[in-house]
């Protein structure tokens, strides 16, 4: 637990960096050495005599593993470089790869139709609804075990041992236990085009509030739009001026442990809580200075970003998969900047920025022993050295391993969005933290308090809408929510 800011689940400096991007997987169960033979573990002919590999499962048993692959900013290239390596390594293993970008939509209705045997082994990304409701309900299968893998391309190291400071304490705890497993993540916050800055003088570290505001206004007097995010998708304002924020406001207010706790838990008050209130009236102010693009209510994420790649806007809220994302569309000589949104008023307050990871790896439970072995396998297959640089140079994910983030030679290949966003963390000591609950509500009153604040967001940062009497109002729904649960 928090405390202030002396006990910090995530490291800051260089080190929480990193908190971002790849948060991979981990493998290697402490098995015999490659060749040797003894009970295959997890067969369905229990006592035979295989070979095994040196993780300890057997050579000779095939496997087909379902996997359901979301596809989105980073598209798939990552993982179809690390799934032949892999199936290379483990030839019995094959793998039967969905790919979409609606995998949310193909997994919810797998779920609900209960085959287990049609459900995918593997998936990257959660379902509507979350995993949380799954996991209790013993769905998912728990991945505390990973973390003490040995790591596949560094057999005398634990998983534990490499990963980037703060990660195994971030994970989301539901029931006392871990069920997801992250291989790729984006940093949050505003990025920009760097030259655009560089020409017109704009301040690319403003370090306070005020500083922030001082930079808009810079930007509005010169006729650009500072700020814009997808109004269709409203929220995308989460990456810049989300939950982080919050969280960097109860920091300053001396309650953080606190705060977290009821975050997490659904602690009443949460729409009306003095930060939430504090960051969102924030989020108005601006927009009753004009400070976001005036065309937003109908742009998607694309569009929202292009704006800033034509130098229609100054800055996009969005992650560090923006250049993969958009690098069909950008310039050879384009380079991306980044900062975060500082709501503390001065430098020797913690800046929290979102760490949002965007490929959580599930297991199904219902499937074989040996199926989920090997699942875990792929999971820790993900983050070897390889395969972490592979994709933070092709796809911008940010590294999760610690010796591949201190190599030099290593971080000098990632995208300018990654070297940005590493080199604001260390530059401004700040904190990531990647926001999560852990519990579940069903009651259809949280729904609609959700909707209520996605239809407003908008109107919000048009300066349209007092954000206040929509918290209200919200938080009156979440009450109900909150009751209905405990009945």
């Known amino acids: 637990m928090l405390n202030g800011n002396k006990k910090r689940w995530m490291s800051s400096g260089i080190a929480a960096l990193l908190s971002i991007a790849m948060l991979a997987g981990c493998g290697g169960n402490s098995g015999t050495n490659e060749g040797a033979s003894g009970t295959t573990p997890g067969s369905d002919k229990p006592g035979a005599e295989v070979e095994l590999y040196e993780n300890g499962l057997p050579k000779n048993e095939e496997v087909t593993l379902k996997v359901g692959l979301f596809v989105g900013g980073y598209g798939r290239d990552f993982f179809d470089n690390a799934a032949e390596s892999f199936k290379a390594k483990y030839p019995n293993v094959k793998l039967d790869i969905t790919a979409s970008a609606d995998m949310k939509t193909i997994l919810s209705t797998r779920i609900s139709a209960g085959n287990d045997?049609?459900?995918?082994?593997?998936?990257?990304?959660?379902?509507?609804?979350?995993?949380?409701?799954?996991?209790?309900?013993?769905?998912?299968?728990?991945?505390?075990?990973?973390?003490?893998?040995?790591?596949?391309?560094?057999?005398?190291?634990?998983?534990?041992?490499?990963?980037?400071?703060?990660?195994?304490?971030?994970?989301?705890?539901?029931?006392?236990?871990?069920?997801?497993?992250?291989?790729?993540?984006?940093?949050?916050?505003?990025?920009?085009?760097?030259?655009?800055?560089?020409?017109?003088?704009?301040?690319q570290n403003p370090n306070t509030w005020d500083e922030f505001k001082t930079l808009l206004a810079d930007i509005k007097a010169d006729g650009i739009a500072p700020i814009t995010f997808p109004g269709i998708h409203p929220s995308y304002h989460n990456w810049a001026f989300g939950v982080a924020k919050n969280f960097e406001l109860a920091d300053i207010n001396g309650h953080v442990d606190e705060f977290i706790e009821n975050?997490?838990?659904?602690?009443?008050?949460?729409?009306?809580?003095?930060?939430?209130?504090?960051?969102?009236?924030?989020?108005?102010?601006?927009?009753?200075?004009?400070?976001?693009?005036?065309?937003?209510?109908?742009?998607?994420?694309?569009?929202?970003?292009?704006q800033v790649i034509q130098?229609?806007?100054?800055?996009?809220?969005?992650?560090?998969?923006v250049e993969n994302e958009m690098k069909e569309a950008t310039p050879e000589d384009f380079e991306w900047g980044y900062m975060a949104v500082p709501f503390?008023?001065?430098?020797?307050?913690?800046?929290?920025?979102?760490?949002?990871?965007?490929?959580?790896?599930?297991?199904?439970?219902?499937?074989?022993?040996?199926?989920?072995?090997?699942?875990?396998?792929l999971i820790a297959w993900m983050v070897t050295l390889e395969n972490q640089q592979f994709a933070a140079e092709n796809a911008g994910a940010l590294p999760m391993r610690k010796d591949l983030a201190e190599d030099p030679e290593r971080a000098a290949k990632l995208t300018s969005s990654a070297q940005?966003?590493?080199?604001?963390?260390?530059?401004?000591?700040?904190?990531?933290?990647?926001?999560?609950?852990?519990?579940?509500?069903?009651?259809?009153?949280?729904?609609?308090?959700?909707?209520?604040?996605?239809?407003?967001?908008?109107?919000?940062?048009?300066?349209?809408?007092?954000?206040?009497?929509?918290?209200?109002?919200?938080?009156e729904l979440l009450k109900k929510a909150v009751e209905a649960e405990k009945k």
């Open 263 to 306: 975050y997490r838990t659904y602690g009443l008050p949460q729409y009306t809580n003095p930060e939430n209130i504090e960051a969102w009236t924030r989020f108005y102010e601006l927009g009753k200075e004009g400070y976001f693009a005036e065309g937003l209510p109908a742009l998607n994420h694309t569009q929202s970003q292009m």
């Open 420 to 475: 940005a966003v590493l080199k604001y963390i260390a530059d401004n000591k700040a904190q990531t933290y990647k926001a999560s609950r852990s519990i579940s509500i069903s009651d259809p009153n949280l729904a609609q308090a959700e909707k209520l604040m996605n239809e407003n967001i908008v109107k919000f940062a048009m300066g349209l809408q007092d954000p206040k009497p929509i918290l209200e109002q919200a938080e």
């Open 344 to 377: 503390r008023e001065n430098t020797d307050q913690t800046l929290w920025i979102r760490s949002g990871t965007t490929n959580f790896n599930y297991i199904w439970a219902a499937k074989p022993d040996l199926n989920k072995k090997w699942a875990k396998e």
């Open 117 to 203: 045997k049609d459900m995918f082994d593997l998936f990257n990304t959660e379902p509507s609804g979350g995993i949380v409701g799954l996991a209790e309900a013993g769905k998912l299968e728990p991945m505390d075990d990973i973390w003490e893998y040995p790591l596949p391309d560094a057999p005398d190291k634990k998983v534990k041992d490499l990963m980037m400071p703060g990660m195994y304490e971030s994970t989301p705890l539901i029931q006392g236990k871990r069920y997801e497993f992250t291989t790729a993540s984006s940093f949050g916050g505003l990025f920009f085009n760097k030259k655009l800055f560089e020409e017109h003088g704009w301040n």
């Open 311 to 321: 130098g229609q806007a100054a800055m996009v809220s969005t992650g560090t998969h």
